[in-house]
């Protein structure tokens, strides 16, 4: 039997679509050995891949070719080539240099002597070792079928890890909105790695927390909450925007009969939500039919999904609750004291420096959400004291700085760290850079970053606008007094970034204005 016919017979099917190619690597001195290594494999197939050939002819040029290219599958490597171990050290380069633990290294020598069979297989890192005379067609397709295959599974267990390494890093910070993106993202594509590969996929879901925003939210609808290929990018639109025909006949249907619905080039499952609609997570571009094991392992994934992504938004739930109470607070203290909406500038500006000097998402949150309650030991205050249209008398004056320490007496105690942090700020955002505000005479960096930022912010916000003891400033003015107690009131640094972003600062003024007297009769 000819080998023509036995590469005939490993050919399940006829090669329809393009499905990609399996990089082949010949490193071989002599170009006729090039030639009959292309032709003995030139109508190979495997997993409906064809192979793409690349060519070296030394040992630098196969060194330079692995830079070049991450995903070479298989590599035919001469032993004796410029020099005796030339191919050795190509071997040894693509494990320990180019840190490559994928590509199967098959050495082809036609002097064994040269390089005893033992010793290498001992000493370097290769899959198989083969003499040129024993290598015929029939042979040279066993071995390259052999290492393809060796191939794939060591992708798809690096796509499982790279899949599982995502799940694991986003858990520490799962209860944000981002690190759930994170999440999900991981569990499809460990996922899709585990059926072997989906070009195509996306998990759909009516909840609103979409990463960009949707105008005229109807719970009832389904929305790309995250993709892969191509609904990588299609975050936020609608199912009947993305999906169409019989794949979208599918969604409904898994989605009405709340089910798995399984087609050979895609599939459909349905994710049970105890606090919405349901979602789907839809997988095309499949690489073969599952099996019976496969789909109940759709299944069990679609579901944990779905029970993550459940308390996730639970928790964001009780975090927004938590931060409009904390708003309305704030809103309540700007109503009593006249103050209109000082306390949305403030935090709007407090989460622009915060941004541009470094922090972290998470004490950009945290910030926001505590500054608020900076002004809440003015309850203490006499109304008659707060609301004098006169300079103060130096007793008058010490009692409004009473509010600093009021404010931390009465957040002090909690076991919540944004209460504490609120805390905080409440009792310091009056301590001058110089260590000559109040109420403990704090200096320098001992003044936590959070309220050095609401300090200058604080100010800022105070002077542009009117109160019943001034009229606001101009903003010429205001910058001229935030120079001038550069170093002394507030943090030089702070001080050079908010001047040098003054016009983002002066535009959450223009948006955000105090509303008219009139509104709050």
């Known amino acids: 039997?000819?080998?023509?016919?036995?590469?005939?017979?490993?050919i399940e099917e006829e090669i329809g679509e393009d499905h990609g190619t399996w990089k082949?690597?010949?490193?071989?001195?002599?170009?006729?050995?090039?030639?009959?290594?292309?032709?003995?494999?030139?109508?190979?197939?495997?997993?409906?891949?064809?192979?793409?050939?690349?060519?070296?002819?030394?040992?630098?040029?196969?060194?330079?070719?692995?830079?070049?290219?991450n995903d070479i599958a298989v590599v035919l490597l001469d032993v004796v080539m410029e020099t005796d171990d030339a191919g050795l050290k190509v071997a040894d380069f693509v494990r320990n240099e180019a840190m490559n633990n994928f590509t199967r290294i098959i050495l082809r020598t036609g002097q064994p002597g040269q390089a005893p069979e033992r010793d290498v297989i001992i000493n370097y890192d290769i899959n198989d070792y083969k003499s040129k005379t024993e290598l015929t067609a029939q042979?040279?397709?066993?071995?390259?079928?052999?290492?393809?295959?060796?191939?794939?599974?060591i992708t798809v267990i690096e796509e499982n890890r790279i899949g599982l390494e995502k799940i694991i890093s986003a858990s520490a910070d799962l209860f944000s909105i981002h690190s759930l993106e994170h999440f999900i993202d991981g569990i499809v594509q460990q996922l899709a790695s585990l059926l072997g590969g989906s070009k195509d996929c996306a998990y759909l879901t009516s909840a609103v927390a979409c990463p960009r925003p949707i105008e005229n939210i109807d719970s009832s609808q389904?929305?790309?909450?995250?993709?892969?290929?191509e609904y990588q990018h299609r975050e936020g639109e609608r199912l009947e925007d993305v999906i169409s025909g019989k794949q979208l006949a599918s969604c409904q249907k898994a989605l009405q009969n709340k089910s798995l619905v399984y087609e050979d080039e895609y599939l459909v499952a349905y994710c049970?939500?105890?606090?919405?609609?349901?979602?789907?997570?839809?997988?095309?571009?499949?690489?073969?039919?599952?099996?019976?094991?496969?789909?109940r392992l759709v299944e069990i994934f679609a579901q944990n999904v779905q029970i993550a992504f459940d308390n996730v938004l639970l928790n964001k739930d009780i975090e927004d609750t938590q931060r409009e109470i904390i708003e309305r607070i704030g809103q309540a203290l700007e109503y009593h004291f006249g103050e209109g909406k000082h306390i949305l500038r403030v935090v709007k500006m407090c989460e622009l420096l915060g941004s541009k000097i470094g922090l972290s998402e998470d004490e950009i949150k945290m910030l926001g959400l505590a500054v608020p309650l900076h002004d809440i030991g003015k309850f203490k205050i006499p109304e008659v004291i707060l609301n004098?249209?006169?300079?103060?008398?130096?007793?008058?004056?010490?009692?409004?700085?009473?509010?600093?320490?009021f404010g931390y007496l009465v957040l002090k105690n909690s076991k919540r760290p944004l209460i504490r942090t609120?805390?905080?700020i409440a009792r310091d955002h009056h301590e001058y850079w110089n260590g000559k505000g109040y109420p403990r005479g704090k200096y320098g960096e001992e003044i936590h970053i959070f309220c050095r930022i609401t300090a200058l912010v604080d100010a800022y916000d105070a002077l542009r606008h009117s109160r019943n003891y001034k009229e606001a400033w101009p903003l010429e003015k205001v910058v001229e007094n935030i120079k001038q107690q550069k170093g002394l009131q507030f943090d030089p640094s702070l001080v050079d970034v908010l001047l040098e972003n003054i016009d983002a600062i002066e535009q959450i003024i223009a948006d955000n204005p105090d509303p008219l007297v009139e509104e709050h009769v």
């Not at 000819?2 to 590469?7: R, Y």
């Not at 389904?222 to 290929?229: E, H």
């Not at 007793?395 to 320490?405: D, P, Y």
């Open 1 to 10: 039997m000819s080998d023509e016919i036995l590469f005939a017979e490993d």
């Open 24 to 69: 082949v690597l010949i490193v071989d001195d002599e170009p006729e050995v090039h030639a009959v290594t292309k032709l003995a494999l030139s109508d190979f197939v495997f997993q409906e891949k064809r192979l793409e050939f690349i060519s070296a002819y030394n040992g630098k040029q196969a060194k330079q070719l692995f830079l070049e290219h």
């Open 139 to 153: 042979k040279l397709f066993t071995v390259v079928i052999a290492a393809l295959r060796s191939y794939r599974d």
């Open 222 to 229: 389904l929305f790309v909450f995250t993709g892969k290929g």
């Open 272 to 295: 049970k939500s105890k606090s919405m609609r349901g979602s789907l997570l839809y997988m095309s571009g499949l690489p073969r039919k599952l099996t019976k094991i496969d789909k």
């Open 388 to 405: 004098k249209a006169d300079k103060l008398s130096d007793s008058e004056r010490k009692v409004v700085q009473n509010h600093a320490e």
């Open 422 to 424: 609120a805390a905080l």
